[in-house]
Structure formats: C-alpha cells, structure tokens
C-alpha cells in the first residue's frame, strides 16, 4: 500500500527497534553500517551531480571593466545595446567583426543573457581573432552547452570544443582543459582525468583551479580519510577554495563516511539545506540520527529535514534516504510521519525487494501496535506481505501479530473476510475468527436477525475460550428478549459451564441470565439458585440489587415466604447505591397482602421521598390511598392521593381506578350527587376502560334508586357513542367503505373522499378521511395539494394531538417542497404542541432546529438545541447530534471561538457520526484563525485514535495535510494526501476533488 498512514514499526532492515532502543542481532545490520556500507560501496561520496564544479571566468581581466560597463548601459537604455549590433552590420568586412560578436557575447553572459550569448558565440569565426580570444570562445560555448542545455546530444559537442580550444597555450586553453577532466570524470574516466590533472604545467592562475578539482576527485577515488587530508593540504596553500559549497559537502560526506558524526555535522550544517545535494542532506541527516541515538539526548528531530531533502536522490540511495527518514521520525515519536515515509520506500522504484519486504513488515508491525486500521488497509497490507512473501522470516511473527490485531479496531467485516481468505490459504484462525464474529455481532444488534445469525456463526466454532463464553451470554441476552426463555436458560447454561475460560464477568452474567430465563419459566427454585451465585459475586451493585428482587419475586412464586422475600428486597435496597425502587415497592405490596397497612404506607412513603420520578409512583399513590382508606379509614385523606393521582398521572392505569375511588368514596358518605358527578367523570375522562363501564353501572342504580332514570337516559344518549361502538352509523359505514376501496386502489375513490369530507363537515370521520387524502397524495408526489389539504385541516377545530400531526406533517410537506423558511415555521407549531410529551417533543425539536439551521435561522436552530440539551438524561445519541447542530449555529452565526468550544465536546465520542464530524469541523475553524499547529496536533491524534466514520476521517487526512503545508511541511502534506489516495476506496466526489486539487498544488510548488 502506497503512503499508508498506520503507526509503523522499525525493527528491521536499518535500525535496532527504536520502541525498546534494543540493539539487533549481529547477524543484520544496522542503519549505521547500512548506510556506511552504501556511501562507500558507491563511489565513497555522492558528489557528481554537475559536469561542471569549477566557475567560470567570462572575461579577461582587461575586458571585464568595458564589458561590465557596456553591460550596465544595455540595462539603463535600449538603444546602448544597438552599439555592437550597428559595428557588425555596418562593417562586415572588417578584421574586429568576429571580435565585436565576442564581445557582444560576453555582455549578454555579464547580463545574465545567456540564450543571447550562445547565439552570438555559435556565429564567431577565427577570422581577426588570436588564439587566446579564440580559445575563449571555444570554451564559452562549451561552458553553455553543458551548464544550459545538458543534454546527451550536447556532451559530445561541447567535448569537441574543448579539446580544440585547449591546444593553445593561453589562459583559456587550460580552462578548456579543467573541464576536460571534469568531463572526464563525470562520465566515468577519473583515472584520466587524474592523469591529466596531475602531468600538465598549470600556470599560477589555475593551478588553484587544478588542485581544487583534484581534492574533489579524492574523494571517489580514495579512502575518506586520504582525501580529507588531500583537502586539508588543500587549505594550507589556498584557503578560500576550501570554502566552496561543493567540497565541504564532500569532506562532510567523509566525515559522515567514517563515523565522526561530530564533524559530519560541523562541515554540513553551516551549508543550509537549500544549498546541499541529496547525498550531502543524506550525511547530514543520518550524522544527526547516529549522534542522536547514542546520546540519547532527545535531538532527534534534527535529522528529520535533512533527510527529507535527501529523499531527493536518485536511486538506491533515495529509497535508503526515506527509510533514514521514516527511523527518525519513529525515534522523534512521530509515528504517523515514520508511516508515511517507509510506504515511499514501498513504491520507491529503485528500492529493492528485500527492503521492501523489510519496510512492509514494519508498517505492519507498527500497525498492529496502534490497533487502528484506516480504510482497512493493514489488512491488505498484511495479505500482500503473506502472498508476496511466502519465506520470510518475518512471516510468524505477522501470524501472531494477526491474532492480537484482530481483537481491536472496529472494522470487524473487514478484518472477517480477511481471515476467511487466510484460512483458505491454509492458516488456523478459528479463535481470532470467533472473537471477530463476536464483536461483529456487538455492531449488529439494531438487525436481529443478521445478530443471531453472526451469534450462530460464532458459536459453531465451538472452543472454550472467552469469546466463546461471551458469544452465548450475548445469544442468552437476546433470546430473553424475543421470550424464548428455554433456549435463553441452555446458552446461560453453556456460559456458566465455562469457569476456566470465562472472565468472571461473563460466567457471572451467565449467572444472572441464567437466572432469569428459569424465572420466566416458573422454575422459581431453581432460579433462585442461580441468581443467589450471581447476587453473591462481585458484580455491579446495581445488577446485584436486580438479582436480589428476582430472588424475592421466586421465594413469593414458590408459594409463600413473604418475610424471606422481604428480606431479599431489602437487601437489594440496601446493596443499591441510590437505593432500589422495584424493591420498595413489591415490600410495600407484601405488607398490603399482610393487612399491614401502616407498614405499607411507611414504605411506600420511603419510595416516594427518594425516588419521586420512579415508574412505581403511580402504583403506589394509588395503594396508599387504599391502604388510607381501609387500613386507617381516612377517607379524606384517601380521596386527596387519589386526587393527586389523577392530576399527576392522567395516562397511567391506576388513574380510573383512583377516579372510581373517589366516587365510591362519595357515594359511601351517602353524598348522592357528588357521587353522580364522580361517576360521569369517570365515563366521560376514561370512556374505554372497564371501570368505565363499573362506574356506568352505579351510576344507573345511583338514578335508579331516586327515581330519576329519565336523567341517565338523556346521559346515556349524549355519550356520542364513547362506550358504545357505532359500527352501525350509515355514515360511519359509509367512510369504511370508501376508505377499504382506496386501500384497493379502486378508479374514482379520491373523489367519493372528497365529497365526504364536504358533505360531513362535522363528522367524527372527517379528519380520517382528510388523512387518507392527504397520504394519498404524498404517495403519489402531489405534495402542493397535500399542502393544500394540510391547510384546511390546520384552521378547524382539532385535538392537541391531532393539530400536532397535522402541524408535523405540513413541515415535512414543505420542506420536500424546498420550502424551507415555512417549513420551520410549521415545526415551530409541532414543538410547541408536543411539549408534554418528552419522546415526541424531542423528535420534533430535532427537526425544527436542523430545518432552522438548513433555512439559515441560526439563531432559532441554536436557541432550540440549547432548549433540549439542557434536558436531564437525554439519550446519548441525540445530545451529540443536537451538540453538532448547536456549533453549526453558532458557527452560522459567526461565533467560531464558541463554536470550537462546542465541538470539542464532543471530542470523546470519535466513533459516532456526530462526534467525527465536530472533530472535522472544529478543526477547519481551528485552521481558519491560523492555529496550524495545534490543528495538526490534533487530527494526528484522531487519526491515530481511529473512527469507522470514514467519510470524515477521510475529510480529516485532508486536513491534516492543509495543517501540514500551513506550518510549511509541504512533504508530509504530500505524503497525507497521497496516502488518502491509495488508501481510501471509492472515495466520494468532493473528497476525489480535494485530493486532486492538493496534488496538482503540491506539484507546483515543489
């Protein structure tokens, strides 16, 4: 895989593991002698990298001050450089025209006009010219050709010339034969070159020039340490040539050579890195790394530039530089870059096969010790290294780095199918495959299906090791849900079977489970049992202090024991550490079957004082006012909780009941009409409830006995038909039929609804019919008139309930209409009618703040979400989500500083889609106020973390190279990108257009 960003590890190939700063075994070499071995094994120093490493001197000395002079009227006034040109077309017969196009040649060199100056120079003859002018000639088009043009065709050429200018005996002759040599040496004739060097008479102006080269040459002909000492000698006749870029990069590169990393470090550094060759930046970097290393000095990073420029080299020795580079970065703690730079050594074309098997198994070792695969590409990493080789002595250890990998990360699909082809291929991963079947399965449980069939899969495999266990306490789990207790109580059984290869918390909550389905079964006894083991352990209290009411809820089952009961639930009371409810409850229950009435209102009053919000209020309101009302015979009393009751608790069972109480309260202190008051209330406030029809009852014997029958008629016929159903109505009739043949979809119904509706107005059917159309028509996408059907409903006379649907459906009706602004205006409505239920109004904030949001009311949408966040125990998911809307308002809204503030929040839930996107998000507003740095810090950190959000990790790499090229790592922004590029399968259409943008810029500028 091309410029994986994985964590990688460095204990092969070059370098001793830098995790554990351990020495390799002798048999391997380290970096050090590795790179040693390439910079002597390879002409000693890299230094040929021009023809040419002398200068050039354009003119004579006698012709520089005309020439410089003329060079400087040419630049202040066009018409000066018409001088020269008007001589050599006016005279063209003259003995100075050859002259003159030479020095018109040499003023365009002294301009820097070099194109110019090679074609004036190409047009001068020998005719009129001395052998010292002629040389010079010679040699200057020599000097173009190979510093401009440089081309295969053009060396020959330019050798041509020097040799027929060197025959001379002027200065320009011996000029011509330094770049003979220095010719010769680049094309590989040193021994020549030497040759020359050292037989020929230099004059006292070049045999500077001469020994210069000659100390140059030393160092690819001789040993480092000789040729240093050439260039010493070299300093004590002519010191300023010493000072020469090129040659202290060379006597740096001998220092490097030999291991004085000291001195290495004392030529190179003061060049700056704008000024080095690849091979100098190579010797540089590595002589930083090496000092470094055995300093311990935590100087690492100084290696790191230089050896990035040194990934500039060619051949084998950039492929070395870049893995020089990913070391360094490993031992700075840079491990994400470390990754980025051995993935170039993969797709170095001159690296060779074994380094590249050496650099894959490190992206891989690291890999697996970051636990994080991005885009799942250590997985295919990994295959890759097995397929492609097969004989590697890394091979095991990868198998058993595979077995520990596949235990985390989150791509668990992936990571399945992988060991699904390994084990075609002939490996044995049945434990790494059942554990990865389990925690896929812990991905899966919203498709309860897919869930019980990866669950089955998992437990095919058989074994006796946790994830084994675990994958029948999840199976248990789940077929308690689905009722199916026998098969639930057979895999807890299994679990708990497992002593040895189970933690304890899974055979405890096999325990618990098990526990449970016997329970279910009305094996009370032999539940008891194994709830008591679970009770007993030391699992969470609260789970315990469950365990405990069930323990209560057997003893009672098996036919009595109320005081061992009470005991168990008291315990569980206890062991809970904010107490327990349930168990309060069914004690107070136990003493109401007890006739311990004031017990009974004692506990239940406990309940009430600690836990006001329980699911057990309305219940035990209710029991209380019974238990007033007989067991203290307060009546007054009684009908104030029963009253309460119904005002708190409108929805709950227990409120017609309480209702019921009140009227048999009235009517047992022989209060007739309150009594008939309290009756109606109940039929009229819980027309479908059998206390209903109780209280319908007594309220016929209440008239009955005083004679006043002619009043319950009269009652009994304005009930519009809430106790008895009106299938007999013609018009009730009447809407069925028409609504049974829409469900059919017969030709003209729409029409029959619609004169219904007009033709029953006030018909209780009417607004089932409006609904039916308006379905209709959203089915059919005729949204306009469902918007219109919508409207006439809005403005009639409805139920809370019913303006909420309408007000909810008309919102979503606009916005598929790209109405927006009107939209949020209808879910304005919604919410403020769904305010007493929590559910609906929770829904229905989420909406009108994101339509808010979407219609650019930044404001409202953030108004709204703080409105819900500030809710007590709002589920998990939707506080992110209103989270991550909140700081798109504000960020809407021009508050960046607020909305990075909110975003980060949300830094603890990478996972999820809310919390990766606000890392994305914070990151962009971060960047944006020139926080570059602390931006970059941060999304290495979520990279590393990982998300399997890979939309917005894939975002993030973009990012983190935009970090990158801000604080002025160009390469490492490169390297982010392209590893994205080979990374990231099927990448969306904008994330595609941000890696090609960022490339074509990188290109540019580098």
């Known amino acids: 895989m091309k410029h994986l960003v994985l964590c990688l590890s460095l204990s092969t190939l070059f370098l001793s593991h830098l995790g554990a700063q ?9 970096l050090e002698s590795q790179m040693r071995q390439y910079a002597v094994g390879q002409n000693h120093i ?30 202040l006034e066009s018409s000066s450089a018409r001088v020269l040109f008007d001589f050599v077309e006016q005279y063209p017969s003259s003995m100075d025209r050859n002259r003159a196009r030479l020095m018109l040649a040499l003023v365009y060199m002294e301009s820097g006009d070099r194109i110019n100056a090679a074609h004036h120079l190409s047009l001068v003859q020998a005719d009129g010219l001395n052998d010292e002018e002629y040389s010079q000639c010679l040699t200057l088009r020599a000097y173009l050709m190979l510093t401009e043009q440089n081309t295969s065709a053009s060396i020959p050429a330019a050798r041509a010339l020097l040799e027929q200018a060197s025959t001379g005996r002027s200065i320009w002759a011996e000029w011509a034969i330094l770049y003979l040599c220095n010719l010769d040496w680049s094309e590989g004739q040193a021994s020549r070159a030497a040759t020359l060097l050292a037989d020929h008479p230099w004059s006292p102006e070049l045999a500077p020039e001469a020994a210069y080269l000659q100390a140059l040459m030393a160092y690819e002909r001789e040993a480092p340490s000789k040729a240093i000492a050439r260039t010493q000698e070299l300093q004590h006749r002519f010191p300023k040539l010493v000072e020469r870029i090129r040659l202290q990069g060379a ?12 001195n290495a470090i004392r030529i190179l550094a003061p060049l700056e890195l704008p000024n080095l060759t690849a091979e100098e930046a190579f010797a540089l970097g590595a002589a930083y790394y090496h000092r470094a290393q055995s300093q311990a000095n935590g100087q690492m990073g100084l290696s790191i530039p230089a050896l990035q420029r040194a990934t500039l080299a060619q051949g084998e020795r950039g492929a070395i530089a870049q893995f020089a580079l990913a070391n360094a970065y490993r031992a700075d703690g840079q491990d994400g870059q470390a990754q980025l730079a051995l993935s170039a050594v993969m797709e170095h074309p001159k690296s060779s096969s074994k380094t590249k098997e050496e650099a894959l198994y490190q992206l891989i070792e690291i890999g697996f010790s970051r636990g994080y695969d991005a885009f799942g590409s250590q997985i295919r990493q990994t295959e890759r290294f097995l397929a492609d080789y097969p004989h590697s002595p890394h091979r095991q250890r990868v198998i058993e780095l595979l077995r520990g990998y596949f235990s985390v990360g989150k791509d668990y699909q992936s990571k399945l199918d992988f060991i699904k082809r390994l084990e075609s291929q002939g490996e044995k991963l049945t434990d790494a495959k059942q554990d990865v079947l389990v925690r896929l399965a812990s991905t899966q449980e919203s498709d309860p299906a897919t869930y019980l069939k990866t669950l089955n899969e998992a437990i095919a495999l058989s074994g006796k090791g946790e994830a084994y266990a675990i994958a029948r306490v999840m199976r248990a789990t789940y077929y308690l849900r689905e009722g199916k207790y026998r098969e639930a109580e057979q895999d807890a059984a299994a679990a708990m079977r497992l002593q040895q290869g189970a933690s304890a918390y899974e055979h405890g909550i096999a325990s618990y489970l098990h526990g449970y389905a016997l329970y279910n079964q009305k094996r ?9 083991r679970y009770a ?64 009974q209102i004692e506990v239940i009053d406990k309940l009430l004082d600690k836990h006001p919000q329980s699911a057990y209020v309305a219940d035990v309101l209710y029991d209380k006012g019974r238990a007033l009302l007989i067991g203290r015979k307060q009546s007054g009393a009684a009908d104030e909780i029963f009253a309460s009751l119904e005002q708190r608790f409108p929805s709950s069972p227990s409120a017609p009941l309480a209702a019921l109480e009140r009227a048999l309260i009235q009517s047992n202190k022989g209060d007739e009409q309150r009594a008939i008051e309290a009756y109606k209330h109940v039929v009229l406030t819980y027309p479908e409830s059998s206390e209903a029809q109780i209280a319908l009852s007594d309220l016929k014997s209440l008239y009955a006995e005083n004679h006043r029958l002619d009043e319950y008629a009269a009652f009994v016929s304005g009930l519009g038909g809430k106790l008895v159903p009106r299938e007999q109505d013609a018009i009730h009739l009447k809407y069925l039929a028409l609504e049974s043949r829409l469900r059919r979809a017969e030709a003209g119904v729409e029409q029959e609804l619609l004169a219904f509706v007009g033709d029953y107005p006030d018909s209780p059917d009417r607004y089932r019919a409006e609904w039916l159309l308006i379905d209709r028509y959203i089915q059919t996408e005729r949204r306009g008139e469902a918007l219109e059907r919508l409207r006439q409903l809005s403005v009639l006379t409805l139920s809370p309930e019913q303006s909420l649907r309408v007000q909810t459906e008309m919102g979503a009706t606009l916005l598929a209409l790209g109405r927006g602004a009107e939209a949020v205006e209808a879910y304005r409505k919604a919410y403020q009618l769904a305010h007493g239920s929590a559910e609906t109004s929770l829904e229905l904030g989420q909406k009108l703040a994101q339509t808010a949001l979407d219609a650019g009311q930044f404001t ?33 809204n021009k508050a960046v500083k607020t909305a990075i503030a909110t975003y980060a929040s949300l830094s603890a839930y990478p996972d999820t889609p809310a919390g990766a996107e606000a890392m994305v998000r914070r990151a962009t507003l971060m960047l944006r106020l020139g926080q570059a740095k602390q931006t970059q810090e941060m999304l290495e950190q979520f990279v590393a973390t990982g998300t399997p959000q890979q939309y917005w990790l894939a975002r993030a790499f973009v990012l983190l190279a ?34 090609e943008q960022r490339l074509t810029k990188y290109s540019q500028k580098s």
């Open 524 to 532: 009370y006894a032999e539940a008891y049992k194994s709830l008591d």
């Open 860 to 892: 409202l949408a953030a108004e709204v979400a703080q409105e819900l966040l500030r809710r007590k125990q709002l589920p998990a998911e939707p506080m992110q989500e209103l989270t991550l809307l909140l700081g798109r308002a504000q960020e809407g």
């Open 46 to 75: 890299g230094i040929s990298q021009s023809r040419l490493h002398l200068p050039i001197t354009f003119a004579n000395a006698d012709q520089r001050p005309y020439m410089q002079a003329l060079s400087k009227l040419m630049s």
């Open 536 to 599: 007993s352990s030391d699992a969470q209290a609260q789970m315990r202090a469950d365990a405990l009411c069930r323990m209560g809820d057997c003893l009672l089952g098996q036919g009595g024991q109320p005081q061992e009961a009470m005991a168990c639930y008291l315990r569980a009371d206890r062991l809970h550490p904010e107490g327990s409810d349930e168990a309060l409850y069914r004690t107070s229950t136990i003493h109401r079957q007890r006739g311990e009435y004031d017990r």
């Open 251 to 262: 006597m740096g590169q001998a220092y490097y050579a030999l291991g004085d990393y000291t």
């Open 962 to 995: 935009d970090s990158c090229e801000a604080v002025g790592d160009l390469y490492l922004a490169q390297q982010y990108i392209q590893s994205l590029k080979d990374n990231y399968q099927d990448p969306e259409p904008d994330i595609q257009e941000m890696i």
């Open 22 to 30: 351990q020495s390799l075994p002798s048999a391997r070499l380290s």
